[in-house]
């Protein structure tokens, strides 16, 4: 008990000597370098740090910076301030994963191993690394058979809404990572891009100032069902197809409409408190790879044309509002 005590004392005296030397640099005009807070590395680390920077010397874009924080490890070329801001905004979309999917009854936790985020100051420099040139639009990827996520600095090639793009397709790309590190799905089995971007899209608009909360409706994604439903080029895609045909999210002409719907079908599941249990078994089947999609969700979620009914009523009316 006293030793306890003792040791409660300590720490609360380390805490308050760590925030005092912060406050005093803060007061003399120096700011604690992302360098010098950095937690130390990781076992195994060096090793994993010096692939990407050998991949990155082939590419032609050396020297890389090193930044990290609790959970991630950020490695590129843009500047030591917009790296240490990524692995903010990572860490922070990494509690609120957790949390949200913790509530709903998924056993998830952060990797033992620091997530690597691959930083890179422009659209050129990620055309090098990824071998291609880059839409504007992309923003970043999570590579699932690299495992490696790659996001780039936008307003370097000053795009309008620039910052605001970054931000988002850092969300959305370290979802995606989350979601294959912290045990919801497993890079063995791949659970198909309704699922996986589903996911991403229910998490994508959370924004660091904490005025975008989790789990509410994703107006952009729902736009775009709005627009589909007032066209008559795209329809509503069976919900048995969005499941099992990946194509449907890369081709131009369906992507959108995939991807609204993808997040309509992850928002019903996560937002119907009676359906959790059943959501949650139907992930514990992605993980361990069952090949049928239809037949791995109906299993836990009903017949898929009644699921199919459902989003397309959900999705009416939410369009009318
Ligand atoms: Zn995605």
């Known amino acids: 008990m006293d030793r306890q005590q003792t040791n409660l004392d300590l720490s609360r005296r380390q805490w308050l000597y760590q925030a005092s030397a912060a406050l005093v640099l803060a007061s003399s005009g120096l700011s604690t370098s992302s360098q010098a807070a950095d937690p130390p590395a990781a076992p195994g680390e060096d090793e994993r740090i010096g692939k990407i920077v050998e991949k990155a010397k082939d590419a032609g874009i050396a020297p890389f910076g090193v930044s990290r924080s609790t959970h991630f490890l950020g490695v590129?070329?843009?500047?030591?301030?917009?790296?240490?801001?990524?692995?903010?905004?990572?860490?922070?979309?990494?509690?609120?994963?957790?949390?949200?999917?913790?509530?709903?009854?998924?056993?998830?936790?952060?990797?033992?191993?620091?997530?690597?985020?691959?930083?890179?100051?422009?659209?050129?420099?990620?055309?090098?690394?990824?071998?291609?040139?880059?839409?504007?639009n992309v923003g970043g990827h999570f590579d699932m058979d690299s495992d490696r996520l790659v996001v780039f600095d936008f307003r370097a090639d000053a795009a309008p809404g620039a910052a605001r793009t970054n931000t988002f397709a850092l969300v959305h790309e370290t979802t995606h990572m989350l979601s294959y590190h912290t045990g919801l799905l497993t890079l063995a089995r791949d659970p198909g891009k309704c699922v996986s971007e589903g996911i991403a899209a229910y998490f994508e608009m959370w924004r660091p100032t904490g005025n975008a909360p989790v789990g509410r409706i994703n107006q952009p994604r729902l736009e775009s069902i709005r627009r589909a439903s007032r066209q008559?080029?795209?329809?509503?895609?069976?919900?048995?197809?969005?499941?099992?045909?990946?194509?449907?999210?890369?081709?131009?002409?369906?992507?959108?409409?995939?991807?609204?719907?993808?997040?309509?079908?992850?928002?019903?599941?996560?937002?119907?408190?009676?359906?959790?249990?059943?959501?949650?078994?139907?992930?514990?089947?992605?993980?361990?790879?069952s090949s049928d999609r239809i037949a791995t969700l109906e299993k836990h979620l009903g017949p898929i044309a009644k699921l199919d009914d459902s989003l397309r009523r959900l999705g009416r009316e939410l369009v009318r509002g």
């Open 76 to 136: 590129g070329n843009a500047p030591d301030d917009f790296r240490a801001e990524a692995l903010e905004v990572c860490e922070g979309i990494g509690r609120v994963f957790l949390k949200q999917l913790r509530d709903r009854g998924f056993k998830i936790d952060y990797p033992t191993e620091r997530m690597m985020v691959v930083i890179l100051k422009d659209a050129t420099s990620y055309g090098a690394f990824v071998g291609g040139v880059p839409m504007l």
């Open 232 to 289: 008559d080029a795209v329809e509503w895609i069976d919900t048995a197809k969005l499941l099992t045909t990946d194509a449907l999210f890369d081709e131009e002409k369906t992507a959108e409409q995939a991807y609204g719907q993808a997040w309509l079908m992850m928002y019903h599941l996560l937002s119907s408190r009676s359906l959790w249990p059943k959501v949650v078994d139907w992930f514990g089947d992605l993980r361990a790879g």
